[in-house]
């Protein structure tokens, strides 16, 4: 029911910052709560935030709290994440998830954006 493309990543040094945005197909966006995934090479996907439907509740990581803001633009289809301060521990492809509330494994996945932050 739903198509997720990620962009935004690129090659940063540590310190810059990064918008990733992603873009969702269908009109009934907003039902989804809207989540994004890292995964370095050789290691597991890693949980970094979510965020509820109307935007109202978000939740992260440690890892990232306090530098990381997700957002979303439902008018747009669209979810964010705002990465600041960021660190060569950040690197990763980035994936953009959704879900439905009443179901705890996220449905639909991106394809992913490379991030890459160099020391």
């Known amino acids: 029911q739903v198509q997720l493309v990620e962009s935004g990543g690129g090659l940063v040094q540590a310190g810059d910052s990064l918008r990733l945005s992603c873009a969702a197909s269908g009109r009934t966006f907003s039902m989804y709560i809207m989540g994004w995934f890292r995964q370095a090479p050789g290691k597991e996907r890693e949980f970094v935030a979510r965020i509820s439907g109307n935007g109202g509740s978000t939740y992260y990581s440690d890892s990232v709290k306090g530098r990381f803001t997700i957002s979303r633009d439902n008018a747009k289809n669209t979810v964010y994440l705002q990465m600041n301060s960021l660190k060569p521990e950040d690197t990763a492809v980035y994936f953009c998830?959704?879900?439905?509330?009443?179901?705890?494994?996220?449905?639909?996945w991106g394809q992913g954006t490379q991030v890459t932050v160099s020391s």
């Open positions: 998830a959704a879900r439905i509330a009443i179901v705890s494994t996220y449905s639909y």
